[in-house]
């Protein structure tokens, strides 16, 4: 049943000299939210620290005791300098169906002389008219203090229920909401009336020797399951945490798996790529050499042109040495071409000429030089010219390749950081170990459950055996059947904290994830919210995996948005629907994180109370809201003092 | 036909060495001679007009020493240069020296021209401008 | 859970309103750090050890 605010008396506290907010709660049930605007330090937080301490004391606003401001900044100042002895209260008014809760806190200012002390002077706690006793803890049965957070929550806090692990006080504060600790309380008030019924049973059996001595065999067999229980229990607790420790070796060992894959893959990325630069440096000093001889293909056509004339110039000195050889040939056979004999004028001229043939060396080397030159020219010519294109082409598309390979190792690389093939065989050592203490811990609980079975059947065989020897006498047969009856309430009471658990759970989690699918921005990406066994959060994706926040890099915006989702669930499924108060509520998220989880806002089955500065809350959204708000409160100042706020309805 | 004496050196202008260089520094050529004598080249089979080089701009750093070139490279150089003078029936050089300067005259020519010709240019356009020259 | 109540009753062979009186009675306590339980459930199980005779 939903509890709602209903009003607030601030009387000198802090910036409110003696203010009264009341909450129009005659309303049609699609209103459900209430809006009170105030500049930044006008106080808004006034009012919300107003409300904790009214119901929590100085702690609820300053956990930690080093930090608590002393008392007298809490006054009023210009109610003090008016009147030093003065009293400064809250008081609050809930309504819950039909019953209204007043919650009254005084403090009194005490002057005397110099000194000024303080005294809380009246703490109470009215139901519908009543003054109840026990103030703090009726307190606690309508708003627990440990689930403060949960109703009463600012944007910059509300992250931590996204954290990866919670602390125990956070556990405590959801199971109390999923109202776990009371079945808790049973098992345990059980097991001592349990404990009660046997004592009785002992003190009037001591007189039956029989009946004594299955009294005494069935409570140490009790004893004894109660101990093997206890046992069992704990060691199911050690097991969970196992179980925690190898599913994150398990993803550890995984990703250590996929890195050892790709650190063969960079393995056999490094090897093509050694290939690929010797190619590639093959190539280039093919280029290179092709462009040092560039000039020789360049000019092949006009060294083809003297290749041709020195060749000419070969001939025609081949000629003249033919003309010398001929010339000897003559002398020495003393006989012409045409037969005759040589006359002596004629071999004299053929003497001379050879003379002059031979006394020129000149003719020898030009010959040689020709010969020499034509052939190395010849062969400059012959020179083929070798295809640039398929070099260039050829290198260009070594170089490609080695771009993509060197950027395919270097993601490898990022993505196996952290990972070394040292740490991978270490992994799965310590995989390998968690297994088998898992191992270790089923086998004992296999054992422990086995021991407790049959110790149930022998004190169920013992428990037949008293019956019909109590039945012999009255007070025992009746302490018998008390006995069989705490017995089985013991065992439905454990069996239902069990089921308790996890079918809260499951509600959360079914609540938690419709709301984060309205207000996350990647509806498209997540398929819900996962309520894990210490109520820490995951995330279902659309692929069927379930990641933490912490792993897939969430920003604050989607951390806030998952912790949102995870409170409102949580006080839907507790049915209890405690009003939310926000104080200056996402003022720092995106604008589309901001926009999904206020239009949410309509959807809670709870009292909506919205702390807001104009910039929070820009006309926009407020048109959106403007169907759900049930009325708008706006703080002003006094003049420009900031001890004089006033509230007033818009 | 005049060979050039390899004991001897290129002294180019102070711009064609800065872009000889800056073809070196870009990959295109190996060195900084390679590219000064495809410059060379490409000026002689364009027949591109050459000019004297006045003597007092004249780097005093060598290219790269003659003996460092290929000697097929060279030798077309050679005779592409008789050839060319000798088509323009111009006086063929009378030593080394004078080869050596008629070629650096080309090799000016020719690097002022493929300076503006790879204005703006990557350097894999350029290689395959080259590959175009050659082909 | 009314529902669980009920078949958990049943299946342990206990009256449902019996399981229900005592986790109301918890949940009444539960805030208290002194619920002082012990003896009214013992009352409880009293009564209805000597209905169910």
Known sequence: MQIKLKSIHFQNWKCFQDQVINFNLDTVVTKNIWVVFGDNGYGKTSLLQGILWCLYGVKAIFPDTRQQPKFVTFFNSIAVKENPSLEMSVILTFKQGEELYRITRVVKRLVRGNNVNFKQTTFSFNKSGKEKPDTKENIESLLPESCKELFFFDGKKIEEYAKLTHSKETRNAIEQVLGIPEIRNLIDDTKKVRKEIEQEFDNISSTKNELKKVSQELN??????????????????????????????????????????????????????????????????????????????????????????????????????????????????????????????????????????????????????????????????????????????????????????????????????????????????????????????????????????????????????????????????????????????????????????????????????????????????????????????????????????????????????????????????????????????????????????????????????????????????????????????????????????????? | MKRIDITKTFRPTPEAREYAKWLKDKKIFERVIDGYLFAAAFAIKNNLDILPIPSKDRQHIVVNLLGLIDDDVRLSLEAAVYAIHKRSKKPQPTNSDELIEIISQYAEAGLIHLKQKWQGKVVNQIQDDIRKIVN | MEEKIKELAKKHNIPASLLKKVIQMEKERVILQQRRLVPEIRKVIQQYAALYK
Request: glycine share 2%.
């Open chain 1, 220 to 650: 140490e067999i009790k004893d004894n399951i109660s101990i093997k229980e206890a046992t069992k229990n704990q060691t199911l607790q050690d097991l969970q945490q196992e179980r925690i420790i190898l599913n994150a070796l398990d993803k550890e060992a995984r990703q250590s798996d996929e890195a050892q894959s790709k650190f063969d893959e960079i393995n056999k990325l490094e090897k093509t790529e050694s290939i690929v630069i010797k190619d590639l440096e093959q190539i280039s000093e093919k280029i290179k050499t092709s462009f040092r001889k560039a000039p020789i293909y360049l000019l092949s056509g006009l060294v083809r042109e003297i290749a041709d004339e020195i060749h000419t110039k070969t001939l025609i000195n081949n000629k003249q040495l033919a003309d010398t050889s001929l010339l000897e040939k003559l002398i020495i056979n003393d006989e012409c071409v045409c037969g005759r004999c040589i006359d002596t004028e004629v071999r004299q001229y053929l003497e001379e000429q050879l003379e002059k043939a031979k006394n020129s060396r000149h003719l020898y080397k030009q010959a040689v030089d020709n010969q020499k030159l034509h052939t190395e020219l010849s062969m400059l010519c012959r020179t083929p010219s070798p295809d640039l294109e398929l070099l260039l082409l050829r290198r260009d598309r070594l170089e490609e390749d080695l771009t993509e390979t060197e950027q395919a190792i270097k993601k490898l690389k990022q993505d196996t950081d952290g990972f070394d093939r040292d740490s991978i065989k270490k992994i799965w050592q310590k995989l390998y170990q968690q297994e088998n203490a898992l191992k270790q811990k089923q086998d004992q609980i296999d054992r422990l459950e086995r021991d407790i079975e049959e110790l149930e059947e022998e004190q169920s065989k013992l428990q037949k055996q008293r019956k019909k020897l109590a039945s012999q006498n009255k007070e025992a047969a009746n302490l018998s059947r008390q006995s069989d009856i705490a017995d089985r309430l013991y065992q439905a009471a454990d069996e239902l904290v069990r089921w308790q658990i996890d079918n809260s759970r499951e509600i959360i989690e079914q609540y938690t994830s419709e709301i984060h699918q309205k207000i996350t921005n990647k509806p498209e990406e997540y398929k819900g919210v996962r309520i894990n066994q210490d109520y820490t959060l995951g995330i279902k994706q659309k692929s069927g995996d379930i990641v933490n926040p912490e792993e897939i890099n969430f920003s604050p915006g989607e951390k806030e948005t998952l912790a949102f989702a995870f409170i409102a669930g949580l006080n839907q499924a507790s049915g209890k629907a405690a009003p939310l108060v926000m104080d200056t509520p996402f003022g720092h998220l995106d604008p589309i994180h901001k926009k999904n989880i206020i239009n949410s806002l309509p959807e809670l089955p709870s009292q909506v109370i919205l702390l807001a500065t104009g910039e929070d809350l820009p006309q926009n959204i407020l048109d959106d809201l403007a169907p759900y708000i049930v009325q708008t409160h706006v703080i002003s100042r006094k003049g420009d003092n900031r001890f004089s706020s006033v509230i007033k309805i818009e």
